[in-house]
Structures are given as structure tokens and as C-alpha cells.
């Protein structure tokens, strides 16, 4: 095990089994959100085995900007549609937890480059765009949730909309992981989504997923099961504070209530150096941050009823992060409560929450691996909304 990985495994150890683990947490610190310069020195991969796009490119390239409105913020981004001009189908990428660029970069790896460049290389147009506060676009990612980022989607949309080399009929949203869950609320209520692609996306309550991550984790760590039995149950109350108290000063007062007797239960060599009101604020930080808590919140069978357009929904079945079966499940189930019967359900055997062809298929192997991509999902990402546009 070289140096980052063991390092990347200790980040994970701290925070994976603490009261404030959740997915955004342990990917910021597995994609190397704080830690990039390990990732960089330690994950060397030869520049020709790397699925990166090159030029020349056969498809039009342009960057634009465009305006939210409801937040007042502009929002930049790249779009690619086929050669030659003409109107063309289009999809909107939503990017995962924390801040991210327009291409999803990680180390090594853009995968909504990598999405963009095959899809408009098979006839469909790609709008990728940096989440606010993030390379060109403005605003304060900080101070946003997911339903803030689902008005961001809508300003994309009514950017496509006035296009002229757009088919406004067959605009549709691929989102990631939690983007996922900003695809969800965009096309339960806005009109006109003409199609949704969900990528390693959600089917089951936010808190339910962070409990069975820090389940997997503790696995992963090898943590004897009375132990991590004891912090999940401990780390179940506190969310059902979060979750559960929607007073905003109720919900703080009991949260630190809750996380000072936690910090009171630890061993002194848990506790380290850090004092109980360091403890306390560190977390409560990180938790209630807006996007963290409307993640933590997030229930997608209140959307997914009323979502009616084409749905694909994929996932890796060695996904670590979120369980494929049991959300594909959920997903299949709670759009077929709304009727929705247009449905496509694949679990791709092999591959991780990136998507990608792995080994170990642990986080803290994404960085090491050659493939942002495995082809096949490139391959049934254009085949089905070719069929889908077309039908």
C-alpha cells in the first residue's frame, strides 16, 4: 500500500464511523478536496493509459455563461453539440457532493469530459457547467443546497431553451450521485425535462444511506461489530435530530446537547488534544452546512412519484459508497408508484460508485485507476437517449 492510500485510509478511519460521516464527507477526502497534492504524487498512471478526450474534436465546442435569476449569480460552462449545425437532442450534467468544476474532475480522471466528448461524438449535445462559487461561476457554494443547485439546473434549461441548435423537446438531465438527487427535484416540478439519467444515484432516504455507508466503512476497517453496532446507533440519534427538528435553533441547541455527551463517553485516546467545545463546533459545522443537512434530509420517493419522462437509472455493483440494489430498488419502485412505467434499470457488474472497472473497488482506489469510464455505460448512455429522443 503506497503512501496516499495509507493516508486516504487514516482520513477515512477519523471521519468515516463520526456523527458528522456522510457521503459528501468521505468523498471530498477519497477525491482529494484538501489532500490533492498526495493524490497527484502518489496516483501515477502513463498519460496514454488515461481515457482523457483529445483533439482535434469532430463536435462543436463553445464555452458560454448564463444567468440564474432566482439567485443572481451567471454560471459558465462548456457546451458540445455533433457537426454539422443543425437542432440536437441535449443533456444537462449535475455534478456530485462538494464543489466541483464542470468536467467532475478528480486526479487524473474528468468524467463529465469524458460523458460530453462520447455523446457528442453520437449525436447528442452536452451542457457541463461549474457548480457556483466554483472556476467561472459565481455565488457562494457554501451557502447553497441542493434545491438552490436545482435552480441552477433550471437557468440551463431555459439557457438550452434559447438555442437555436437545441431541440427544446428532448433537453434531459444526467445527474451524479448527488446530483442525482438535484436531477430528482428538477423534473418532478419543472416542465418540459424531456428525460432523466441517474448515475450512481439515490433511491433511499439521505440518512438511511450515510448510516449503511459508515456500516460498509466500518467493514472496511475491520472494526469489531459490537463497536461500530454502538456508533451507528449512537450516529442514528443524532441524525434524527437533523432530520427530525426543523426549528433551526431547536435543532442546534439538541444537536450539541447530543454531541457534548458524546464527546463526555469517549476515551481519553479518542478525544486526542481536541476539547469538547472544538469537538462540538467542528461538527456541528460540518453537518449543518446547507447542503450536508438537505442531503441528510433528502427523500427521494417524495420526487420520484411525480416524475413522468424516460428514467435510466445506473449503478456499479461493487458501489461501496451507495448499494446498488437496494437504491435501484427504490428507484424502480417509487417512480412505478406515479405510474411511470418508461423506466430502465441497470446495475453494471464489476464497477465502482464511479463507474469505473476496479479491483478492491474501495475509495481510496478511484484515483489509481486508468478508466474514468467504463465504455459500456458510455455505450448505453447514447443508445438510450438516441431511443428515447427518436421514439
Same mark, same amino acid.
Given at each position: 500500500?503506497?503512501?496516499?492510500?495509507?493516508?486516504?485510509?487514516?482520513?477515512?478511519?477519523?471521519?468515516?464511523?463520526?456523527?458528522?460521516?456522510?457521503?459528501? $464527507?468521505?468523498?471530498?477526502?477519497?477525491? @482529494? +478536496? &484538501?489532500?490533492?497534492?498526495?493524490?497527484?504524487?502518489?496516483?501515477?498512471?502513463?498519460? #496514454?493509459?488515461?481515457?482523457?478526450?483529445?483533439?482535434?474534436?469532430?463536435?462543436?465546442?463553445?464555452?458560454?455563461?448564463?444567468?440564474?435569476?432566482?439567485?443572481?449569480?451567471?454560471?459558465?460552462?462548456?457546451?458540445?453539440?455533433?457537426?454539422?449545425? =443543425?437542432?440536437?437532442?441535449?443533456?444537462?450534467?449535475?455534478?456530485?457532493? @462538494?464543489?466541483? !468544476?464542470?468536467?467532475?474532475?478528480?486526479?487524473?480522471? *474528468?468524467?463529465?469530459?469524458? $460523458?460530453?466528448?462520447?455523446?457528442?461524438?453520437?449525436?447528442?449535445?452536452?451542457?457541463?457547467?461549474?457548480?457556483?462559487?466554483? =472556476?467561472?461561476?459565481?455565488?457562494?457554494?457554501?451557502?447553497?443546497?441542493?434545491?438552490?443547485?436545482?435552480? !441552477?439546473?433550471?437557468?440551463?434549461? %431555459?439557457?438550452?431553451?434559447?438555442?437555436?441548435?437545441?431541440?427544446?423537446?428532448?433537453? @434531459?438531465?444526467?445527474?451524479?450521485?448527488?446530483?442525482?438527487?438535484?436531477? %430528482?427535484?428538477?423534473?418532478?416540478?419543472? /416542465?418540459?425535462?424531456?428525460?432523466?439519467?441517474?448515475?450512481? =444515484?439515490?433511491?433511499? *432516504?439521505?440518512?438511511?444511506?450515510?448510516?449503511?455507508?459508515?456500516?460498509?466503512?466500518? &467493514?472496511?476497517?475491520?472494526?469489531?461489530?459490537?463497536?461500530?453496532?454502538?456508533? $451507528?446507533?449512537?450516529?442514528? #440519534?443524532?441524525?434524527?435530530?437533523?432530520?427530525?427538528?426543523?426549528? *433551526?435553533?431547536?435543532? +442546534?441547541?439538541?444537536?450539541?446537547?447530543?454531541?457534548?455527551?458524546?464527546?463526555?463517553?469517549?476515551?481519553?485516546?479518542?478525544?486526542?488534544?481536541?476539547?469538547?467545545?472544538?469537538?462540538?463546533?467542528?461538527?456541528?459545522?460540518?453537518?449543518?452546512?446547507?447542503?450536508?443537512?438537505?442531503?441528510?434530509?433528502?427523500?427521494? %420517493?417524495?420526487? +420520484?412519484?411525480?416524475?413522468?419522462?424516460?428514467?435510466?437509472?445506473?449503478?456499479?455493483?461493487?458501489?461501496?459508497?451507495?448499494?446498488?440494489?437496494?437504491?435501484?430498488?427504490?428507484?424502480?419502485?417509487?417512480?412505478?408508484?406515479?405510474?411511470?412505467?418508461?423506466?430502465?434499470? *441497470?446495475?453494471?457488474?464489476?464497477?465502482?460508485?464511479?463507474?469505473?472497472?476496479?479491483?478492491?473497488?474501495?475509495?481510496?482506489?478511484?484515483?489509481?485507476?486508468?478508466?474514468?469510464?467504463?465504455? /459500456?455505460?458510455?455505450?448505453? +448512455?447514447?443508445?438510450?437517449?438516441?431511443?428515447?429522443?427518436?421514439?
Amino acid at each position: 500500500m503506497n503512501f496516499f492510500v495509507r493516508f486516504v485510509s487514516r482520513c477515512i478511519r477519523r471521519v468515516a464511523l463520526s456523527p458528522a460521516a456522510h457521503t459528501g $464527507i468521505i468523498y471530498w477526502i477519497i477525491t @482529494g +478536496l &484538501g489532500c490533492c497534492a498526495w493524490a497527484m504524487a502518489a496516483a501515477q498512471i502513463p498519460a #496514454a493509459a488515461l481515457q482523457q478526450p483529445k483533439p482535434p474534436f469532430a463536435y462543436a465546442v463553445e464555452e458560454v455563461r448564463f444567468r440564474n435569476a432566482t439567485a443572481q449569480i451567471r454560471l459558465a460552462g462548456t457546451f458540445t453539440r455533433p457537426r454539422p449545425d =443543425g437542432r440536437y437532442p441535449a443533456v444537462i450534467t449535475i455534478t456530485g457532493s @462538494g464543489p466541483q !468544476d464542470r468536467n467532475e474532475s478528480r486526479p487524473h480522471h *474528468k468524467p463529465f469530459w469524458v $460523458i460530453a466528448d462520447y455523446l457528442s461524438n453520437h449525436g447528442i449535445a452536452v451542457l457541463r457547467f461549474d457548480d457556483r462559487g466554483v =472556476g467561472g461561476s459565481t455565488g457562494k457554494y457554501d451557502k447553497a443546497d441542493i434545491f438552490d443547485f436545482a435552480t !441552477d439546473v433550471q437557468a440551463a434549461i %431555459q439557457y438550452l431553451r434559447s438555442r437555436p441548435d437545441v431541440d427544446t423537446t428532448a433537453i @434531459g438531465l444526467l445527474g451524479h450521485s448527488e446530483g442525482a438527487e438535484v436531477a %430528482q427535484i428538477v423534473a418532478a416540478s419543472y /416542465p418540459g425535462v424531456a428525460f432523466v439519467i441517474s448515475a450512481s =444515484g439515490p433511491g433511499l *432516504k439521505g440518512a438511511d444511506i450515510s448510516l449503511s455507508q459508515q456500516g460498509v466503512l466500518a &467493514g472496511m476497517m475491520e472494526m469489531d461489530s459490537a463497536s461500530a453496532t454502538r456508533e $451507528i446507533r449512537s450516529n442514528a #440519534a443524532f441524525f434524527d435530530i437533523l432530520v427530525k427538528e426543523r426549528n *433551526k435553533d431547536t435543532m +442546534l441547541a439538541k444537536a450539541a446537547a447530543f454531541l457534548s455527551a458524546k464527546y463526555q463517553s469517549l476515551q481519553p485516546e479518542e478525544r486526542g488534544h481536541e476539547s469538547e467545545a472544538k469537538y462540538v463546533r467542528s461538527l456541528l459545522k460540518v453537518q449543518t452546512k446547507p447542503e450536508a443537512l438537505s442531503v441528510l434530509r433528502f427523500d427521494p %420517493q417524495l420526487y +420520484l412519484p411525480h416524475i413522468h419522462c424516460p428514467f435510466l437509472a445506473i449503478s456499479g455493483s461493487k458501489d461501496l459508497q451507495l448499494d446498488a440494489s437496494a437504491n435501484l430498488k427504490a428507484i424502480a419502485e417509487g417512480l412505478a408508484t406515479g405510474g411511470n412505467r418508461n423506466v430502465t434499470i *441497470k446495475a453494471f457488474e464489476g464497477l465502482n460508485h464511479l463507474l469505473q472497472e476496479c479491483n478492491t473497488c474501495k475509495p481510496e482506489e478511484y484515483i489509481t485507476l486508468p478508466q474514468t469510464i467504463a465504455p /459500456p455505460v458510455l455505450a448505453l +448512455l447514447a443508445n438510450w437517449i438516441q431511443e428515447v429522443v427518436n421514439h
